[in-house]
């Protein structure tokens, strides 16, 4: 399925199943070539080389919401690969993970709508891949794909979201920060989940999740942390505050 649109409407059309029904149904699927369903639009880009524009002109305004939707897009596909990716864990782990596409799929309608309100579409500016490279680093272990996509890539979005908001309010975009304050919501909900399961498996492993943390993201090169933090947001999320000291450390120490 290579139509965005399309992706999105399939995952939400997906029934919420009971543990009953998905045990009756798990399968262990081969992997298949690529990226599946990877539209042809929007162009790709380094990081370095998207730019971003002021939100007072409309253009700017539907780039920022462009951004986003990509982000979405980019999460609704981390979500299903999580589902068929990772066999043996326990049957919640993928009632969890089926609820988070259903989600991030609601949020990209959300933005896609209201940049067909402005005039735009999906795919008319370029984005950047840097979620998705993330998670092929971490194909090969279901702990560090859980400590660095949704607890540090996708909790990313818990600390931009109130600047994000008040961009777009202070232009006159309400909808804008409306689905901003929908977004947040379930983003606190899909972090949590990151965090449960990791914690899950370092308990499993007998390790200990701050110091494993740190190791993985040296290992796989995760981006450096930086603030400002919204620290409610991660509190809400199920971070410890042994985490919240770590990260003003990593920020004041440049890493």
């Keep these: 399925m290579r139509n965005a649109d399309d992706k999105a409407a399939a995952v939400r059309a997906l029934q919420p199943i009971s543990a009953v029904s998905l045990a009756e149904t798990q399968a262990v699927l081969a992997e ?14 380094a990081p370095s080389a998207t730019k971003s524009r002021a939100v007072g ?14 982000i979405e897009s980019n999460a609704i596909d981390l979500a299903l ?25 609601l949020h990209f309608q ?18 950047h891949n840097g979620l998705w490279e993330m998670a092929e680093k971490t194909r090969g272990d279901v702990m560090a794909r859980m400590a660095l996509v949704p607890r540090t890539l996708e909790a990313r979005g818990l600390d931009a979201s ?38 899950h498996l370092c308990l499993a492993r007998g390790l200990n ?23 409610p947001a991660r509190r809400a999320a199920g971070f410890e505050e042994a985490e ?8 004041t120490a440049g890493f």
Excluded: C
């Design 32 to 45: 298949p070539p690529g990226v599946p369903g990877r539209p042809e639009r929007p162009e790709l880009r």
């Design 209 to 231: 999740p701050i110091s494993t943390f740190t190791a993985l993201a040296t290992q796989y090169g995760a981006p450096r942390l930086k603030g400002p933090f919204n620290l």
């Design 162 to 199: 109130p600047a994000v908001r008040n961009k777009l309010i202070s232009v006159g975009d309400r909808r804008g920060g409306e689905i901003i304050d929908i977004i947040l919501r379930d983003e606190i909900g899909h972090v949590a989940i990151g965090n449960r399961w990791y914690r």
């Design 81 to 105: 690969d999580v589902l068929w990716r990772f066999d043996g864990m326990p049957e919640t782990f993928y009632l969890d993970w089926l609820q988070v596409a259903r989600e991030e799929a």
């Design 244 to 251: 919240l000291a770590l990260l003003g450390e990593a920020d």
């Design 110 to 127: 959300l933005l896609r709508t209201h940049l067909a309100e402005l005039g735009f579409a999906y795919g008319d500016f370029p984005a």
């Design 57 to 70: 002109s409309l253009e700017g305004r539907a780039g920022l919401l462009h951004a986003l939707a990509h």
